[in-house]
């Protein structure tokens, strides 16, 4: 359940990466809930809580390593990939940090690395720009006074308070049921056997070209850059000796529900669609179409209706019931998903970390049990970010899927 992102920056001169370590320790330590430890309790049975970690020291939790070009054309890449495999210390606070020197053309690399108990994807941005230069972190919006209203009976409030519950039961089972309704035989193309193995590509996709397509066929920014991950997934199939007419791959698209004025660092407010990709399309703004038509249908229904909604189930379940069930229905995602394809929000704001140039941040999502791929992206600047990250025994050549989204990406602008 790792998840967490590659950040490239531009030096303005020599890197001292005693002092950046130093200063990225220092701005750790100011944030609460990177010095938190998940700590089991004894009631109600199966629970936790986060709680202060006696022994915190931001310093144990960043690391630097310096690369060399010299053997390998692209020592970022193979580092990363060994790097996000490594298991983080559940009985510490759940995150990591390793800044990355020796690189081409002066650049330097920062790798953040988060257990998804920690947070989800809009947690991580904040979490992560609380590091860098110049950046506050929002602050909980403090609602304005309200009228006192006028003195209700107990069996109002009682009422109102059973409503609530009824409610909130009628939505649960609800999700439950289209769960149950979209369960499937787990026979994708995309599936394997579980691996500690991790294996990362980065793609950066230029922003004006997805939206030059976007102008041409209608949609939003995220149609497109599914209608080009559908494409790409096509061809990555085919390359791999594996049918892929006729056939479609069903994504997990997670949703935040945190709201404007959630300033929490921490936690998961995450709902979900599921979307269809039209990989068996040949056709590249036919697929397009497609997927514009489904993220429609997706968005009238609401991020709390369907099946996709089934990481709000997550907060409604007793403790004891979850830690006994979370295994069995981890091993049981393949029957309703194939991939997740997940988007992280990044404000367009020039970013900075010691005055160095924010240039790249490829995010990267967790693999499920039995995925073999895991997409992660972000938009930051005049430029679209794709993190791959796969099934390292699975997928040995992540390459391939790496060049399968450019080619994709040039076929739709030529469709446009």
């Known amino acids: 359940m790792h998840m967490g992102a590659v950040v490239t920056f ?5 890197v001292d990466p005693a002092a950046l370590t130093a200063l990225l320790a220092q701005r750790a330590a ?3 809930k990177l ?3 998940a700590r089991a309790e004894l009631f109600p049975p199966g629970s936790a809580r986060w709680t202060e970690d006696p022994r915190f020291a931001a310093a144990d939790h960043v690391d630097h390593v310096e690369l060399s070009s010299l053997y390998d054309p692209d020592p970022l890449t193979a580092y990363a990939s060994q790097w996000i495999a490594e298991p983080l210390d559940t009985s510490r606070p759940l995150w990591h940090l390793t800044l990355v020197t020796g690189l081409p053309d002066g650049k330097f690399a920062l790798l953040l690395k988060l257990h998804h108990a920690l947070t989800d994807g809009a947690g991580a941005y904040a979490v992560a720009a609380g590091l860098l230069d110049g950046v506050k972190l929002p602050e909980r919006s403090t609602a304005p006074a309200r009228p006192i209203p006028a003195p209700r009976s107990p069996l109002d409030t009682v009422k109102d308070a059973l409503g609530t519950v009824w409610d909130q039961a009628n939505e649960t089972a609800g999700i439950a049921s289209s769960v149950v309704r979209a369960a499937r035989p787990p026979l994708s193309p995309v599936s394997a056997p579980a691996s500690a193995q991790r294996r990362l590509g980065f793609v950066r996709l230029p922003l004006t070209e997805l939206r030059r397509v976007r102008r041409a066929h209608g949609g939003t920014t995220n149609d497109v850059v599914l209608a080009v991950l559908s494409g790409a997934l096509r061809e990555w199939l085919v390359n791999r000796g594996q049918r892929a007419d006729g056939r479609t791959l069903r994504a997990l698209i997670p949703v935040s529900v945190r709201g404007r004025a959630a300033g929490q660092l921490g936690g998961n407010k995450l709902s979900g669609y599921l979307c269809d990709l039209p990989v068996g399309e040949d056709d590249a703004a036919e ?3 497609v997927v514009r038509r489904a993220m429609n249908r997706n968005k009238a229904a ?3 209706r369907g099946a996709g909604a089934l ?8 403790p004891l019931l979850h830690r006994l069930g979370t295994r069995t229905a981890g091993l049981a ?3 309703l998903f194939d991939l997740v394809v997940t988007t992280v929000p990044i404000p367009p704001a020039r970013l900075s970390l010691d005055g160095a140039r924010l240039v790249e941040v490829y995010p990267f999502v967790p693999l499920a049990p039995r995925h073999a791929v895991g997409i992660a992206v972000a938009t930051y ?3 679209v970010h794709v993190g791959l990250q796969v099934n390292g025994e699975a997928v040995p050549d992540v390459g391939s899927l790496r060049d399968a989204v450019l080619k994709s990406a040039a076929r739709l602008l030529d469709a446009s």
């Open 381 to 383: 600047r005049d430029a």
């Open 287 to 289: 697929r397009l179409r």
């Open 10 to 14: 531009a030096a303005r001169g020599p």
């Open 311 to 318: 990481p709000l189930l997550a907060g409604r379940v007793p």
């Open 302 to 304: 609401g991020p709390s």
């Open 35 to 37: 010095r938190q430890r």
């Open 333 to 335: 995602a393949p029957m």
């Open 30 to 32: 100011r944030l609460p």
